[in-house]
């Protein structure tokens, strides 16, 4: 249900649908707590991490990306993630 959710506000964001500001905030906050909260598959991060860059969430993409890097290493443990290279000024 919840990835139901998630991916029905990501197609809002990425469309030409024009929300209230109010709602794309909330859709942001929202997807931005799934990627740090949830378990989904490499492909999820990835896709979630374009949209919340859009949304202008600082270093949103390197953080997704060892998110996506921690999920391919379920099923491969020989994959090294590295830490995401985040501003911290």
Known sequence: MKIHLLIFLALILAGCTVVPAGTAHSACNLLDIAVSEAEMAEAWYL????VLKACGVPDAEATAAHKACHARRVN???????APDVRTD
């Open 76 to 82: 491969d443990n020989t994959i090294d993630c590295e």
């Open 47 to 50: 896709d979630a991490g374009q």
